[in-house]
């Protein structure tokens, strides 16, 4: 199976920041890598597919970049609403593998 | 709008099985295929399978192929996950979600069925 790798696990930042999340992967996945955020209590949503795709209704302020082994999200201008855990997930073979999960906290 | 609506929690005790629906709607349910991700406490989502929503099509996890069976019903627009021989390990959110390839990344997510499985 890939293994998925985030880090960090918790991040902790103000309002207005930027914040990067890295997922690495344990063997090239090319581009097809999604990310979901998570808040409490909710289903995962959709934000990017195909490493860099912004899926309909996802804010600007987020964006994926990377291909092979290592991709990262950006969330830039942090907003209060982004208070979630977000996962990365390959989807290039069987079985489809989520990372641990980073948790982002609000200063 | 695009809809996957789940039952309701289930309380299993171990060694019995549990059948899990995912009613779809706002599209044509078999243009895409449903996948089923499970998510026990504090842990990362678990894919688990993907079933084509035209042609019965799945590809199971080979952790769960003994105990996981998937299937559809194209005129109810339902999908299906039973799970069976359930142990306490199996305690998790169920999750369905439109599939938007064959085994690729899903959107949206059905609300997740909460199975506690406790003797």
């Known amino acids: 199976d890939i293994q998925m790798t985030q880090s960090p696990s918790t991040l902790s930042s103000s309002i207005g920041d930027t914040v990067t999340i890295t997922c690495r992967a344990s063997q090239s996945i090319s581009y097809w890598l999604a990310w979901y955020q998570q808040k409490p209590g909710k289903a995962p949503k959709i934000l990017i597919a195909?490493?860099?795709s912004l899926q309909s209704g996802v804010p600007s302020r987020f964006s994926g970049s990377g291909s092979g082994t290592e991709f990262t999200l950006t969330i830039s201008s942090l907003q209060p609403d982004d208070l979630a855990t977000y996962y990365c997930q390959q989807y290039i073979t069987y079985p489809l593998t989520f990372g641990g999960g980073t948790k982002v906290e609000i200063k | 709008q695009v809809q996957l609506v789940q039952s309701g929690p289930e309380m299993k005790k171990p060694g019995a099985s549990v059948k899990v629906s995912c009613k779809t709607s706002?599209?044509?349910?078999?243009?895409?295929?449903v996948s089923w991700v499970r998510q026990a406490p504090g842990q990362r989502p678990e894919w688990l399978g993907w079933i084509n929503g035209n042609d019965y099509r799945t590809k199971v996890a080979e952790r769960f192929q003994d105990r996981v069976t998937m299937t559809t019903d194209k005129f109810t627009s339902t999908a299906y996950l039973e799970v069976r021989d359930l142990r306490p390990a199996d305690t998790a959110v169920y999750y369905c979600?439109?599939?938007?390839?064959?085994?690729?990344?899903?959107?949206?997510w059905g609300q997740g069925t909460l199975v506690t499985v406790s003797s």
């Open positions: 706002g599209y044509i349910f078999t243009n895409y295929g």
């Open positions: 195909k490493a860099s």
């Open positions: 979600g439109r599939d938007e390839g064959d085994g690729a990344w899903f959107d949206p």
